[in-house]
């Protein structure tokens, strides 16, 4: 009953190999990562009359909340041109970690469905829901460049860091998507662990502060090693208004961006790394 | 096969385990207490060494008992499962029906789930849109294009799901049990379909337990135990032989030994010692195909002389009903004397009349007279599966000669409306 003395000679067509986390197919996890971040989005506001709006509403609440806090009781960026708007990107920013990490951390058990029935690029799986945060994230910058140019922003030519700002945003969010992802398959605490992890990232990045409170040298630069702060702050920077410090100003000269940099591109090669070791067991470990 | 057909499908000597966690290590804090503890896990061979080529247009069957490892070796296939070694080829698009709908979701409209279906299915998104229309015609469904699938009958979902599957355009199908689901109409349509893919060329493998799809569908099929291939070849055959498989193992345990002792009669002054069924060539056997010549054959031996016993058999149905008694009572009342120690042996032949089902023989010896006073009677000795395609609601299946003689009309044909 050998096939092998029979077909020997022949060749035996494509090969059949095991699920992956590309597949060897850039195309179909492209489709697939749409298909599902696109289904995702319509079934948040299915229904919901106002839907547009409620997508913006949490981070605009939030924001309502911190600005009135730190205008009005604890008053931390009076000297800051565009505080509001520099804390509303900031929230953004922030909001788009948090989301495309936190769901993606139980996204490959809850897709179990269709893990365990299809042969498909498991990649797709976080991919999906770092894309379903983005549009949020698209929609939401809307609303941050409304602000700035009602608060007398103007265009600058420094926006072209935008698509780079925004591109290791991603990347740093996609590497964390598929690392966390991977480890909830073996280990369920890896979601507490993360919930906690996000606050640190949370009140450890210039979100509701101006990176300039900080007077310690030292302290500031250890800060600024966080990269997702000096993204913040980069952005800040570049797209609202010059007067906040560049990331490379806050972190003490420009060499040093090396570890925020580097972090980033750390945390993408582990993540994608493990993700392509574990995928191929991901559907009868589940 | 030719030398320049190159196979659909070829598998080689394929083997798939599975860590079974004793004591799964789960949390990073378990991890972190104790790092040297050695999670306990032993292995499950599910797929053991399996090889076969499905040659281009060729229907073929996998079957097997549950837990035979069939749809894992269909996983594997797909794509779903990593093997743990040996190797696959596949020479064509291949699409995978473990289950209909995949990512059906139930909150949007059936033209949505169409599209999410299709895709993930392996067509691109545009290739999807384009057959849209032509699945949901297939499903006779167009009138529902925009309800919700929430909103949808059982049956409706079914169509739905099999119409997306018969329209993403794959050269191999790996099909597994979605027959099992929708009513007799239903069933009757993808069986429709079958037939329609099968004269397409289309190559398909089906994994099943539905030995009557496999019988009418398949040029071949391989039968699956514990991981292990037990045979390959035609499908009526392999049939018979998971017949057997499925049937033979509940006679071997020592329950069933110790009841069938506790239904022992007689006095004992003679004991049967063992029964069989035979088929035409003498074979012993314990399924037989519908209609085929058969004996019922016992070997007994007398400890004490005996004047005139009666020897014979009844058989019954899974139903208790009793569809033949014969005994040596046809060959006139007085059969002689039989000595201490004498062995005989009984043979009954007869037509296997009898429709698909399991059937137990219960031997008998008797005194002379009634027949009802035993010397050994064994309830339900042996048992006998009648394997056959045949669908009767009748105990047998006799065969019949139909004939039907039409009378020709007066009026001409072309008067007859329609």
């Known amino acids: ?286 | 096969m030719t030398d320049a057909e190159i196979p659909a499908i070829v598998v080689d000597d394929v083997v798939k385990r599975f860590q079974v966690p004793g004591e799964r290590v789960m949390t990073l804090k378990e991890r972190a207490l104790h790092p040297l503890r050695k999670t306990s896990r032993h292995e499950l061979t599910a797929v053991d060494h399996v090889s076969f080529s499905v040659t281009p247009g060729e229907f073929f069957g996998v079957v097997g008992r549950n837990g035979s490892g069939k749809s894992t070796l269909l996983k594997c296939l797909a794509g779903i499962y990593a093997v743990d070694g040996g190797r696959m080829f596949a020479n064509g698009r291949m699409s995978t029906f473990i289950e209909l709908g995949v990512g059906f979701n139930m909150e949007l409209p059936a033209r949505e789930n169409v599209i999410i279906n299709a895709t993930m299915l392996g067509l691109s998104p545009r290739r999807a849109r384009e057959r849209l229309d032509a699945v949901l015609e297939f499903a006779e469904l167009e009138e529902f294009a925009d309800l919700r699938l929430k909103n949808y009958s059982s049956g409706m979902l079914v169509r739905l799901a099999f119409a997306v599957m018969i329209q993403v355009d794959a050269d191999i199908l790996l099909i597994d049990e979605v027959l099992a689901v929708g009513d007799a109409a239903f069933q009757q349509k993808c069986y429709d379909e079958f037939a329609r893919l099968r004269q397409e060329g289309r190559t398909v493998i089906l994994v099943t337990h539905d030995m009557a799809a496999v019988e009418r569908f398949c040029d071949r099929a391989l039968l699956l135990e514990h991981g292990r291939p037990v045979m390959l070849g035609d499908p009526h055959e392999v049939g018979l032989r998971y017949m057997e498989l499925n049937f033979a193992r509940e006679g071997d345990d020592a329950e069933q030994e110790a009841r069938r002792e506790s239904d022992r009669f007689g006095d004992g002054r003679a004991e049967i010692l063992e029964a069989w069924f035979e088929d035409a060539d003498g074979e012993r056997v314990a399924a037989l195909p519908s209609r085929a010549r058969c004996s019922f054959v016992a070997r007994a031996r007398f400890s004490e002389d005996v004047q005139d016993p009666i020897l014979g058999f009844a058989l019954q149905n899974a139903d208790q009903q009793t569809v033949l008694a014969a005994s040596t009572l046809s060959l006139g009342p007085e059969l002689g004397s039989f000595r201490a120690g004498e062995e005989v042996t009984l043979r009954i032949a007869f037509d296997n009349v009898f429709r698909p089902d399991r059937y137990f023989a219960t031997p008998a010896i008797a005194h002379a007279g009634t027949g009802f006073a035993w010397i050994d009677r064994r309830e339900r000795l042996v048992d006998l599966v009648v394997t056959g395609s045949s669908r009767t609601d009748a105990i047998i299946d006799l065969p019949c000669d139909v004939t039907i003689a039409r009378e020709a009309l007066d009026r001409p044909p072309s008067e007859v409306p329609g």
Not at chain 1, 77 to 93: C, H, I, Q, T, W
Not at chain 1, 116 to 135: C, D, E, G, H, N
Not at chain 1, 197 to 221: C, G, H, M
Not at chain 1, 234 to 258: K, N
Request: glycine share 6%; aromatic share 10%.
């Open chain 1, 1 to 286: 009953m050998s096939a092998t003395d029979a077909t020997r000679s022949q060749p035996l067509g494509r090969p059949i190999r095991g699920p992956s986390a590309v597949g060897g197919d850039w195309r179909r996890l492209l489709h697939l990562t749409r298909l599902l971040a696109v289904t995702d989005f319509k079934l948040r506001f299915f229904g919901s009359v106002l839907g547009y709006v409620w997508q913006v509403m949490h981070p605009l609440l939030l924001f309502g909340v911190l600005y009135v806090v730190f205008t009005e009781v604890v008053p931390l960026g009076e000297d800051v041109r565009f505080y509001p708007v520099a804390l509303l990107s900031g929230l953004v920013m922030f909001v788009f970690l948090s989301e495309s990490t936190s769901q993606s951390v139980q996204s490959l058990v809850e897709r179990e469905p269709i893990v365990r029935k299809i042969q498909f690029p498991r990649l797709a799986v976080p991919l999906s829901i770092v894309l379903t945060a983005l549009f949020r994230m698209g929609l939401n910058l809307l609303v941050v460049f409304a602000f700035l140019f009602a608060s007398g922003g103007q265009v600058m030519l420094s926006w072209l860091e935008l698509p780079l700002i925004l591109g290791l945003l991603i990347v740093l969010a996609a590497g964390l998507a598929a690392l966390l992802s991977a480890l909830f398959v073996h280990f369920r605490d890896v979601k507490p662990i993360w919930d906690v992890l996000l606050q640190v990232i949370f009140y450890a990045s210039p979100i509701f502060y101006p990176i300039t409170i900080v007077t310690n040298d030292q302290l500031r630069a250890i800060l600024m090693c966080n990269p997702f702060a000096a993204l913040i702050q980069q952005f800040r920077h570049a797209v609202i208004d010059p007067s906040h410090p560049s990331a490379a100003e806050a972190i003490g000269g420009a060499p040093r961006l090396i570890i925020p940099l580097g972090l980033i591109v750390l945390i993408a090669v582990v993540g994608f790394t493990y993700f392509d070791r574990k995928a191929p067991r991901i559907a009868e470990e589940l």
